[in-house]
T-cell receptor, first 115, second 114 residues
Framework: EADIYQTPRYLVIGTGKKITLECSQT?????MYWYQQDPGMELHLIHY???????EKGDLSSESTVSRIRTEHFPLTLESARPSHTSQYLC??????????????FGEGSRLTVL | AQSVTQPDIHITVSEGASLELRCNYS??????LFWYVQSPGQGLQLLLK??????LVQGIKGFEAEFKRSQSSFNLRKPSVHWSDAAEYFC????????????FGQGTELSVKP
């Protein structure tokens, strides 16, 4: 059982609000990722981090930002939410070191609805 | 460009019947291949993975998948489907030096008839 947690699970907010989606993992993984998933569509990587103070943008452009101040914590922030941000956001982590690739452990997701 | 294709958006099978979900990839390097399952309202759970070696890999919940390099495929199979297998299935591909970044297919939704 993977130990990666996301809060909130569901969030409905109005346009223009600032929101932060929290993601924490207790596995000590250096690598963490945020994927965006729309219904019936594939997951798209929007942010990733290879360790503390390391963040990069993913393949899908996103207006969100991320930070990695602690190994276990990788929050995603939207400064001003819009209806186009309505989606499910999945956080994941990997225990493979360096540039290697291994399986990703996923949280249960945060489903965001912007009215 | 690197891509993953799952040709079947939705599949319905009867409980007890066999199952095969298709996955094709386009990748320049030797791929690392994964199958994940997602139940409604949940995150993704790894079913199985292929990095190297035996091209037939066994996973959890009775699933297996076969890597066929000549066909650029990594199809998922199960000999007898249970009602609890109803979920969304995602195929994903990565390479050894991409820092864990995976490319996902758009998923296949599996429904199971009693």
């Amino acid at each position: 059982e993977a130990d990666i947690y996301q809060t909130p699970r569901y969030l409905v907010i109005g346009t223009g609000k600032k929101i932060t989606l929290e993601c924490s993992q207790t596995m000590g993984h250096d690598k963490m990722y945020w994927y965006q998933q729309d219904p019936g569509m594939e997951l798209h990587l929007i942010h990733y981090s290879y360790g503390v103070n390391s963040t990069e943008k993913g393949d899908l452009s996103s207006e969100s930002t991320v930070s990695r101040i602690r190994t276990e914590h990788f929050p995603l922030t939207l400064e001003s939410a819009r209806p186009s941000h309505t989606s499910q956001y999945l956080c994941a982590s990997s225990g493979i070191s360096g540039s290697g690739t291994g399986e990703l452990f996923f949280g249960e997701g945060s489903r965001l609805t912007v009215l | 460009a690197q891509s993953v294709t799952q040709p079947d958006i939705h599949i319905t099978v009867s409980e007890g019947a066999s199952l095969e979900l298709r996955c094709n990839y386009s990748y320049g390097a030797t791929p690392y291949l994964f199958w994940y399952v997602q139940s409604p309202g949940q995150g993704l759970q790894l079913l199985l993975k292929y990095f190297s070696g035996d091209t037939l890999v066994q996973g959890i919940k009775g699933f297996e998948a076969e890597f066929k390099r000549s066909q650029s495929s990594f199809n998922l199979r199960k000999p007898s489907v249970h009602w609890s297998d109803a979920a969304e299935y995602f195929c994903a591909v990565g390479t050894y030096n991409q820092g864990g970044k995976l490319i996902f297919g758009q998923g296949t939704e599996l429904s199971v008839k009693p």
